[in-house]
C-alpha cells in the first residue's frame, strides 16, 4: 500500500470507510446535460465472473476494455492497465432506471386501458 503527497493511494486490498465524498457542486460544473441512451449503455455493459491471475480469489466486476468504448468517461489508465471507477456507473444506471421506470408506467397504462375494453 502507498500515500502519496499528491492525494493519491495504491492499496492492494480492501479498503474500508464510513464514506467517500466526490465533489458534485453545481458551481464546480459547465456545460451539463442528461444522460441520453442509458438503457442502451446498460445493456451492452458485460457484468462478469472472473479469478484474479496474482491473488487466485474469485470475483465479479467488468472489463476495462469493454467499459471504455461504452462509458469511457469510467476508465483509466495507469502503468499501462486499464481500471474503472465502478462510482462514475452510477450515473448511467440512475437514469437507465428512470427510462425503465417512465415505459413501465406507460405499459401499467395501456394495460389498464385494455382491460377496460
Given at each position: 500500500s502507498?500515500?502519496?503527497?499528491d492525494g493519491?493511494g495504491?492499496?492492494?486490498?480492501q479498503?474500508?470507510a464510513a464514506?467517500?465524498l466526490?465533489p458534485s457542486d453545481?458551481?464546480?460544473?459547465?456545460?451539463?446535460?442528461?444522460i441520453?441512451?442509458a438503457?442502451?449503455?446498460?445493456?451492452?455493459?458485460?457484468g462478469?465472473?472472473?479469478?484474479?491471475?496474482?491473488?487466485?480469489l474469485?470475483?465479479?466486476?467488468?472489463?476495462?476494455?469493454?467499459?471504455?468504448t461504452?462509458?469511457?468517461?469510467?476508465?483509466?489508465m495507469e502503468?499501462?492497465?486499464?481500471?474503472?471507477?465502478?462510482?462514475?456507473?452510477?450515473?448511467?444506471l440512475?437514469?437507465?432506471?428512470?427510462?425503465?421506470q417512465?415505459r413501465?408506467?406507460e405499459?401499467?397504462k395501456q394495460?389498464?386501458?385494455?382491460?377496460r375494453?
Amino acid at each position: 500500500s502507498s500515500l502519496f503527497v499528491d492525494g493519491t493511494g495504491h492499496f492492494g486490498s480492501q479498503v474500508t470507510a464510513a464514506s467517500f465524498l466526490t465533489p458534485s457542486d453545481m458551481r464546480l460544473k459547465d456545460q451539463i446535460s442528461t444522460i441520453h441512451d442509458a438503457e442502451r449503455m446498460i445493456h451492452d455493459l458485460r457484468g462478469v465472473r472472473f479469478r484474479w491471475k496474482k491473488s487466485g480469489l474469485h470475483d465479479i466486476g467488468v472489463i476495462a476494455q469493454e467499459v471504455s468504448t461504452i462509458i469511457p468517461e469510467a476508465v483509466y489508465m495507469e502503468d499501462e492497465k486499464m481500471m474503472v471507477s465502478y462510482d462514475k456507473l452510477i450515473p448511467v444506471l440512475l437514469q437507465g432506471f428512470k427510462s425503465l421506470q417512465i415505459r413501465v408506467v406507460e405499459l401499467e397504462k395501456q394495460v389498464a386501458a385494455l382491460r377496460r375494453g
